[in-house]
């Protein structure tokens, strides 16, 4: 798969997780939903993404 995919599941995944455990546990943790959410608003001017350097890191034969 990709890494552009495996950012995005794992974007969508962080903010639907932080959605219901802002819902059901404390409402702070709708500050990770706005991290996440800057974090690819960013990422998408500077083309840099920390996840995506952890990714390439973890994909053998990769570098």
Request: hydrophobic residues 50%; aromatic residues 16%; glycine residues 4%.
């Amino acid at each position: 798969m990709k890494i552009d995919y495996q950012i995005r599941i794992f974007a969508g995944v962080f903010i639907l997780a932080s959605l219901l455990l802002s819902h059901f546990h404390n409402p702070n943790w709708i500050y990770f939903t706005a991290f996440v959410g800057v974090n690819l608003i960013q990422s998408a001017f500077t083309c840099f993404c920390p996840l995506e350097i952890v990714l390439r890191k973890m994909q053998p034969g990769r570098e």
